[in-house]
């Protein structure tokens, strides 16, 4: 009995070795491919998925933001900015900030990830819509914001400083009805 | 060469030579105190992230999603109710895990909730959020509930003994997966020129969006920057490697504790500099742990001895905290 519980253990303490692994191994060759079959099945369903790639291959230079801009029926428009990790307190950053940075730089800026724009826009719609109740809107519009760390070889930014101006581009627009 | 039998004698001793729980069930009250505290600070997101008016419908979510995955919402809804009762029950599992009540029934309901949560919008959260998946799914065949726990209190109250002793594979397959993160990263790191050339701590720390706390002076030295980035590189390298030596264990726990710390001071990202103290933990060896828990249980006793309650009350705390 001790045997046998000792095989299905070890047993899966390799199924979790092949997890760990997964990210290193050319899985368009056949037999890999054969093997992580059932391995992706399983971690697809916990979402495990171990690439372990903080700041690799190098950090990220870019700082990203968004907004949207709604216009309404009437010709006047407003607009609103997710929240911005930055402009939050260190409380802040921890109940949401960071969900939103995630969110923003890795999500739905992304032409791959376009299936998110438009709940993005309607849930941004939301936000204004909460001080516009009196007015119909038309459109959403969603604005992406980003600025590129300068290279160190143009001058050292001092740690903490804001960047100035940020870079703004149009990528979708919701229409309400 | 290493012979078959030789092997499988060192995997067996490895994985399965019996050791004190009373590590794995320090790492349970650390875990579960963590996730609560998550659990608390995620409250406020209902309505942004798990409800209905969420920044991604569930029906977006289930698009996407076009393969078996773990996500009671797809069962259940997204309405407000299901969201709040969800985190009550996951709380409510979270804390029984923490003080070691039905254990593992609590650990596998807290996965289960947990998994769902995460799952409900996958692409609001990071690594901090993987390796709480990897090791809580590993939390659940561990014998975490053996010591430390209402389980183990309510056992002796029937004259019975949870096993203090055993196999330690779940604690070994932890410690792999803390290598691993590092090593990984480590790897990929290698791959970046900036980090060869000792400027990937000031990009890093230059996006305004992760920037914590100010660091003055520290942050604006190329050459303590470019320390900073290598120091980075062989601490990694060394939490992934040299940590399984008896000689360089407790210097490097301590040495990640600081390095995670200092993280936590410099970067936001909620959860992930904690998450890796808490695991680190499982790197002092279970007798060492046992040996503090002791120490602390006996001064305890001490104290409930000298105390003037009564003797039968006595007797009774005693035996819960044998």
Redesign the interface.
Request: charged letters at 20%; glycine letters at 4%; zero cysteines.
């Given at each position: 009995m001790v045997k046998v519980k000792?095989f299905f253990?070890?047993a899966?303490?390799v199924f979790?070795?092949l997890i760990?692994a997964r990210?290193?191994l050319p899985l368009d060759v056949k037999f890999f491919s054969t093997l992580y079959a059932p391995v992706d099945?399983y971690t697809?369903?916990?979402?495990?998925?171990?690439?372990?790639?903080?700041?690799?291959?190098?950090?990220?230079?870019?700082?990203?933001?968004l907004s949207a801009e709604i216009e309404f029926t009437d010709g006047s428009r407003d607009s609103w900015s997710f929240p911005?990790?930055?402009e939050l307190s260190?409380v802040g950053?921890?109940?949401?900030?960071?969900?939103?940075?995630?969110?923003i730089?890795?999500?739905?800026r992304k032409h791959e990830?376009n299936?998110?724009w438009k709940?993005?826009a309607r849930?941004a719609l939301?936000m204004i819509g909460e001080t516009h109740y009196n007015k119909i809107p038309s459109k959403v519009h969603l604005y992406r914001h980003w600025e590129d760390?300068p290279l160190?070889s143009d001058g050292?930014?001092?740690?903490?400083?804001?960047?100035d101006k940020l870079s703004k581009f149009r990528f979708f627009t919701h229409e309400v009805m | 060469m290493l012979s078959y039998k030789t092997f499988l004698n060192r995997?067996?001793r490895f994985?399965?030579r019996p050791e004190p729980v009373e590590g794995i069930a320090v790492f349970r009250m650390i875990w579960c105190f963590l996730l609560l505290m998550y659990l608390f600070?995620d409250i406020?997101?209902i309505n942004?992230?798990y409800g209905p008016?969420?920044?991604?419908?569930l029906k977006?979510i289930k698009?996407?999603f076009n393969?078996?995955?773990?996500n009671l919402f797809h069962l259940f809804g997204d309405s407000i109710g299901v969201v709040t009762l969800m985190m009550w029950i996951y709380g409510l599992a979270l804390f029984c895990g923490l003080i070691g009540f039905r254990t593992r029934t609590a650990l596998v309901v807290a996965l289960v909730c947990m998994?769902s949560f995460?799952?409900r919008?996958?692409?609001?959260?990071?690594?901090s959020e993987?390796l709480m998946?990897?090791i809580m799914?590993?939390m659940v065949?561990s014998p975490a509930g053996n010591a430390l726990s209402v389980d183990s209190m309510l056992a002796r109250l029937n004259s019975k003994q949870l096993p203090r002793d055993c196999?330690p594979?779940v604690v070994?397959?932890i410690q792999?997966?803390i290598s691993?993160?590092y090593l990984?990263?480590f790897?990929?790191?290698?791959?970046?020129?900036?980090?060869i050339d000792g400027?990937?701590v000031?990009?890093?720390?230059?996006?305004?969006?992760?920037?914590?706390?100010?660091?003055?002076i520290l942050?604006?030295n190329?050459f303590l920057i470019k320390l900073m980035t290598w120091g980075t590189l062989i601490l990694e390298f060394s939490l992934g490697t040299l940590v399984w030596f008896k000689e360089f264990r407790k210097p490097l726990i301590f040495a990640g504790v600081f390095f995670h710390l200092g993280i936590e001071y410099m970067m936001?990202?909620?959860f992930?500099e904690l998450i890796m103290i808490a695991l680190l933990i499982n790197f002092f060896s279970p007798i060492e742990i046992r040996d503090y828990v002791m120490g602390y249980v006996a001064r305890v006793k001490e104290v409930i001895r000298s105390s003037t309650i009564t003797d039968d009350l006595k007797s009774r705390i005693l035996i819960l905290l044998n």
């Open positions: 000792k253990i070890s899966f303490i979790n070795f760990m990210v290193h099945t697809r369903f916990f979402s495990t998925f171990q690439d372990w790639m903080m700041f690799a291959p190098n950090p990220s230079r870019t700082n990203y933001e911005k990790a930055s260190i950053k921890y109940f949401y900030g960071e969900r939103y940075r995630k969110f730089s890795e999500g739905v990830n299936f998110m709940d993005t849930f939301r760390v160190l050292m930014r001092t740690h903490g400083t804001r960047p | 995997w067996d994985f399965f600070l406020g997101n942004d992230f008016k969420a920044i991604l419908s977006t698009d996407q393969y078996p995955h773990m998994v995460h799952q919008n996958i692409w609001l959260l990071s690594s993987v998946r990897s799914i590993l065949f196999s594979w070994r397959l792999i997966q691993v993160v990984w990263t790897w990929h790191k290698l791959k970046g020129d900036q980090w400027t990937a000031y990009y890093a720390t230059r996006l305004s969006n992760m920037t914590n706390l100010p660091v003055p942050l604006d190329l936001s990202i909620p992930f």
